[in-house]
């Protein structure tokens, strides 16, 4: 294993971490972490339980911010508050452990809600919502709210809502975690399909589901280092 992350040429990335460091509640998370992906990469991140896997996203995502360094999303720097704001409306999709659905609200409006800041018409919204759930196999339950939902459905509405967004980065934060084995691999699909568009992000605990990235990083006493065999 070699800290290579840094390799990649910067001016073609969709994102950049450039020497970035960050501490929470006096714990070091990440220390000078440099980093290049750009569009259909597919990046996947391992580590022990409370390494910084799910922090260093929340960074990426711009919802927090680094001590030291810089996070830029297809060149906007998450530092600045308009920049951030953008790359957050736009550039970035997050499809997090659990779903994270409002309650009250229909299948199709919650994927509505996740372009509710883009500059998109309500027709072209709405066609991109009905295509998003038919692209993970429910369209028919569009109007169904989240109590009506098995678990793996809701966690394709998560998917639906991040995909609908069209970002040029999609961000995963063990999406399959709480899935048995059949849905997590139908929800792993439709993820790797947005290579085509996107780069991917991907945190996860299976070594199996961890080797089918293109790239792989470990988070590992506050470093981010790249494996260098991934194939």
Same mark, same amino acid.
């Given at each position: ?9 910067? %001016? ?77 409306? !736009? ?9 994270? +659905? ?40 569009? =109007? =169904? %709210?989240? =109590? ?10 998560? +998917? &639906?809502?991040?995909? &609908? ?39 996860? =605990?299976?070594? &199996?589901?961890?080797?089918? !990235? ?8 506050? %470093? ?8």
């Amino acid at each position: 294993m070699t800290s290579r992350t840094g390799e990649r040429p910067l %001016r073609s990335a969709s994102l950049v971490i450039n020497d970035v460091s960050l501490s929470l509640a006096g714990n070091q998370i990440l220390s000078d972490a440099t980093a290049a992906v750009s569009r259909g990469d597919y990046v996947t991140v391992t580590g022990r339980s409370g390494s910084g896997k799910s922090t260093l996203l929340n960074l990426i995502a711009g919802n927090l911010r680094p001590d030291r360094g810089v996070v830029e999303i297809n060149g906007r720097d998450l530092a600045r508050r308009r920049d951030r704001l953008l790359a957050q409306r !736009g550039d970035i999709g997050y499809v997090y452990q659990t779903s994270q +659905l409002v309650a009250w609200m229909s299948a199709l409006d919650n994927v509505l809600l996740g372009m509710r800041y883009q500059d998109v018409s309500s027709s072209s919204r709405l066609k991109r919502a009905e295509q998003a759930l038919t692209h993970v196999g429910l369209a028919r339950r569009a =109007h =169904h %709210r989240p =109590h009506e939902l098995s678990g793996g459905e809701r966690q394709r509405v998560s +998917l &639906a809502r991040a995909v &609908a967004r069209r970002p040029s980065l999609l961000l995963a934060d063990e999406p399959t975690g709480n899935l048995d084995g059949a849905t997590g691999a139908e929800i792993i699909s439709v993820i790797e399909l947005m290579r085509l568009d996107a780069a991917i992000i991907l945190v996860t =605990h299976d070594s &199996a589901l961890a080797a089918r !990235g293109s790239r792989r990083w470990i988070v590992d006493s506050s %470093r981010l280092h790249e494996v260098s065999d991934v194939q």
